[in-house]
């Protein structure tokens, strides 16, 4: 299986901070990577696929970058809305595997 | 609007059988793969397996043994069997649409764009 690891596992910032979350594979995957979000209670929502491509209605504050096994999404100005956790998914090879997850809360 | 909705029994006994069933609404079973993803409380996302619209399968090793998805287009249904289930089994489960996107050779499935709202199934006695 493809591990996929995600830093930092949590994290606090403020309204308006710029937010780095990565995503790291064990393995090659090219560009075949997606990352979701989740709030509580509520099912995961495809934010970013193919690594770097924004997905429909996704606010452009949201950005996805990498290939190969580095992977990183920014929010570029946090807003209050963006609390939840948020995922690394890669579809290179069965199974598909995602990240611990990454923990965004506000300061 | 594509909809997804899982149903079935929120309570299953230890060494018995999961079964879900999740419905499509406002869009068709065609031209897509299907997944099962579970979730067990407080903790992360794991991918148990899809079904292509033509039937074809692919499961997680870590279930492969005790899993069976199908899809039954008639209905706009496909559904999830996950035999002889313990506590660990206990998770909230999520349907899913996986996209189709090119792959090295012909189609494999990317993400998932389309969500079910989740249906916490609990194993105990």
């Known amino acids: 299986d493809i591990q996929m690891t995600q830093s930092p596992s949590s994290l606090s910032a403020s309204v308006g901070d710029r937010v780095t979350v990565t995503c790291q594979a064990n393995y090659d995957i090219r560009k075949y990577l997606n990352w979701y979000q989740q709030k509580p209670g509520k099912a995961p929502n495809l934010l970013i696929y193919d690594a770097s491509n924004l997905e429909t209605g996704v606010p452009s504050r949201f950005s996805g970058s990498g290939s190969g096994t580095d992977f990183t999404l920014i929010i570029s100005s946090l807003q209050p809305e963006d609390i939840a956790t948020y995922y690394c998914q890669q579809y290179d090879n069965v199974p598909i595997t995602f990240g611990q997850g990454t923990r965004l809360d506000i300061k | 609007q594509v909809q997804l909705q899982e149903s079935g029994p929120g309570l299953v006994k230890p060494s018995e059988t999961l079964s879900l069933t999740c419905t499509v609404s406002?869009?068709?079973?065609?031209?897509?793969?299907w997944s099962w993803i579970r979730q067990p409380p407080g903790k992360g996302l794991e991918w148990i397996g899809y079904v292509y619209y033509k039937g074809s399968t692919q499961y997680n090793p870590s279930v492969k043994r005790r899993v069976t998805i199908s899809v039954h287009t008639s209905k706009n249904q496909f559904s999830l069997k996950l035999s002889s289930v313990t506590a660990a089994d206990t998770a909230v489960y999520f349907c899913?649409?996986?996209?189709?996107?090119?792959?090295?050779?012909?189609?494999?499935?990317?993400?998932?764009?389309?969500w079910g709202q989740g249906s916490l199934v609990t194993v105990s006695s």
């Open positions: 899913a649409r996986g996209v189709v996107v090119p792959g090295a050779i012909g189609v494999i499935m990317g993400g998932f764009d389309y």
């Open positions: 406002g869009g068709s079973i065609s031209g897509y793969y």
